[in-house]
């Protein structure tokens, strides 16, 4: 009886040590391995390092989505070069997803870049796509910054809508393939 109690300790403890928690929140593998909390499930796809196929004009850049501060944040950094005769060189970005204040709220971000940019972003998911939107409060045009996955390639699309337009305009479309899974 003595042995089976000490297997019964030791199974319990075995099977808890591989439920993992971050903070509190269950985690599960990702696709790629990675365990990813489940406050960022919905956005696992995103997950990684990612090049953007040059377009037309020859421009070309890279992004990353990785997890952060212990997994309680998303950390998304990008950049684009252009060839010299467009004037614009090298665009960089800095985007940071953070969960919802309340449980069940959507997906928050806040995006910086070299051009002096803010927007402030709600996040909304579906099955393998994922749409950031402007707070509709902030003064100025709307932007919509969008990607679909298609297997292992992102389709991104970067859209604004004027002041007192109804439509967003397309401003930036793009395909991207995974470089490597997230770290």
Avoid at 121 to 130: A, E, K, N, P
Wanted: avoid cysteine.
């Amino acid at each position: 009886m003595r042995i089976r109690v000490a297997s019964l300790v030791a199974l319990t403890l075995t099977l808890a040590l591989q439920a993992p928690v971050v903070r509190g929140q269950a985690t599960r593998p990702a696709a790629d391995g990675q365990t990813v909390p489940a406050q960022w499930q919905s956005i696992g796809f995103l997950l990684g390092d990612w090049t953007a196929e040059p377009d037309a004009t020859g421009a070309k850049g890279a992004f990353s989505f990785h997890l952060d501060l212990s997994g309680r944040v998303v950390e998304r950094r990008g950049f684009a070069e252009y060839p010299a005769a467009s004037g614009r060189l090298r665009h960089e970005d800095l985007m940071i997803l953070y969960p919802p204040p309340a449980p069940g709220g959507p997906i928050n971000a806040i995006y910086f870049d070299s051009e002096g940019h803010t927007i402030h972003y709600s996040v909304t998911t579906s099955l393998q796509s994922v749409v950031f939107e402007s707070d509709p409060s902030d003064p100025g045009p709307r932007f919509r910054l969008s990607y679909k996955q298609d297997g292992n390639r992102l389709d991104g699309t970067f859209e604004i809508r004027a002041p007192g337009k109804p439509d967003y305009q397309p401003y930036l479309a793009w395909k991207a393939s995974r470089t490597s899974p997230s770290k």
